[in-house]
């Protein structure tokens, strides 16, 4: 079965994640969609995604194809069904095109629904990603159901006796360091990944995930439904976050409900506030409808786009999202929307021109032994140029 996972018109209330990948290669639980979608097909996946993106994450086509939603969250049920799907069928969830199993050669969503509309549907049911606040509430259902994809069968590595394990379900892989550290898994299992590091004296609750080669620093507190992706390196005191990859949060200061891209760094003593002092229900920004709406969630912290960064004692509201390649620094609040490629704080902004921000990228990047591809620069650029009608302050130094 050739699996090809496509972007519909709503990815863009995924943004700011979605500027720079497919729904798919959203994370939520202990892997990212398209991991699980491989996981549960046993088969490698390509993506129909947004021309500026497509060099990179490119499409393969066969004689017969299945084109899969990539903001659907794969199940033994959904699985089943797709499995069964006769050839020209399409599954539909309300007015969503959740999955189309045809011979046909599409290379844009538009064109899956105009084939869709002359098709017989079937109706089913499936839960899916819709806002980037959802990535947070999902989580820890979905570090559930990787942990039982991940560890069906397998036996755990075993950790020293220096560690205090409350609870069963904990799974240690192959190469992973932790000493004098408590998990509490009665509210959730813990996953740790290949050669993972969690440092002395750290408290962690899950459900939790950690991906590959991550560290969690010393001392840290860790609440349940949180993911620290690969490579991240995290301290202080987390609660239902999730980390893509890459990023850093090495010190103390509190983060909650939220959700960091890749190549993010906050700086120490950063907080982000996830409650308002009058309980009301957080708006956050949408990029669709260019004005901050109601989530109707109560606690909801920060959406940073990659390869953001934020200086020392930086405080961001509740309910604040970051653009890409945003740098902000400075005392007190900064706006609860920051535009991609902002340079600045409360005080004020500036533009981050692609120039400087390119070569803070390579260098961070180089830490991680990863190159700043022409490929990736070109994405970049994409993104700096669509999104500077959202820099206010250019349109007022034109004029």
Known sequence: MNIILFDDDRR????????????????VGILTIAEKWSKYISEKVSYITQDYLADKYGI??????VYINGRSLPSSDLTNQINALSNEEVLVKND????????????RFEELVKYSLSKSNKEISCSMISQAHDIFTKNGYEIKSDFEVLTNNRES??????????????????????????FN???????????????EGSLIRGPFALGENAIIKMGAKIYGDTTVGPQCKVGGEVNNSVFFKNSNKGHDGFIGNSVIGEWCNLGADTNSSNLKNNYASVKLWNYSKQRFLDT?????GLIMGDHSKCGINTMFNTGTVVGVSANIFGGNFPRN???SFTWGGSSGFAT???????????????RRNEELTKKEQEILTSIFNDTSELRFWEKTSIK
């Open 12 to 27: 863009v209330n995924l943004l700011p994640l979605t500027f720079t990948r497919p729904c798919a290669e959203l994370r």
């Open 60 to 65: 393969n086509h066969e004689n017969e194809n």
């Open 96 to 107: 969503l095109i959740i999955a189309i199993k045809t011979s046909k050669k599409f290379k």
């Open 157 to 182: 590595k075993q950790i020293s006796s220096t560690n205090t394990i409350l609870g069963k379900d904990i799974f240690i892989e192959e190469g992973v360091r932790v000493e004098a550290s408590v």
């Open 185 to 199: 898994t009665e509210n959730g299992p813990i996953y740790l990944g290949k050669n993972s590091t969690v440092m």
């Open 296 to 300: 109707g969630l109560q606690f909801c």
């Open 337 to 339: 929307f920051i535009p």
């Open 352 to 366: 981050y021109q692609t120039n400087k921000a390119f070569q803070t990228a390579k260098k961070v990047m180089e």
